[in-house]
């Protein structure tokens, strides 16, 4: 039921500041309601819901503010993970990342006249950015970063409109990432951050947020 719920926020079928019922999503997904409590208590842990005195859950808001804090977060704790794989990664580590990037680079980015990515391209891409960081021995901060990264990605489904190849070679940024850190450059950090200040940056700059 977390997954399923997860997913239906990630994508926009709940959408931010939706409130969450009990016993209508208890119906809509065929689950109990003691079954849904647990599942909404793990989105609120990892801020993609939030408990309210005396009103219950709701999927969590969103604001411009809240974009640039999670991706300042992003930068730190990710850069920081990022950093320790290429120190502490073995061969099994490398081969890992290499083929999470095959994966994402023969995903369906989009689909024509829907809004957002292909959910088998976001699949790819939240793989390939846990590969990058999974020799990573701080599991707090894999976790955080897990966290942050479906933060980043409700904003980045929500804004009703695709980074379009033609503005971003997101493609070679991804290869980028994937070629220093299998080298154990750490210009792969510095690389990260570019990477994921992009993507703020245009969603910030198409008004994807009020």
């Known amino acids: 039921m977390h997954d399923v719920l997860r997913s239906a926020i990630l994508r926009g079928e709940l959408v931010p500041g939706q409130p969450l019922r009990l016993a209508a999503l208890a119906t809509t997904y065929g689950a109990s309601q003691s079954v849904v409590r647990e599942a909404l208590g793990r989105l609120a842990e990892h801020n993609l819901a939030e408990l309210t005195p005396n009103q219950g859950f709701r999927v969590v808001d969103i604001s411009r503010a809240d974009l640039n804090d999670i991706t300042d977060l992003r930068v730190l704790l990710e850069g ?119 993507t703020t940056a245009y969603l910030l700059d198409v008004g994807a947020l009020e």
């Open 80 to 198: 920081s993970a990022l950093r320790s794989s290429i120190e502490n990664g073995d061969v099994q580590w490398e081969a890992a990342v290499v083929s999470a990037h095959h994966v994402l680079e023969r995903a369906t980015f989009a689909d024509d006249g829907e809004p957002g990515t292909t959910q088998d391209w976001s699949d790819a891409h939240a793989a390939f950015h846990i590969a990058l960081v999974s020799a990573c021995d701080n599991p707090r901060m894999l976790s955080l970063t897990n966290s942050l990264r479906d933060g980043a990605e409700l904003y980045r489904q929500l804004s009703r409109g695709s980074v379009h190849l033609e503005e971003r070679d997101i493609p070679g940024e991804h290869r980028e990432l994937m070629e220093l850190a299998t080298a154990r450059d750490p210009r792969a950090v510095d690389a990260l951050e570019r990477h994921l200040r992009r």
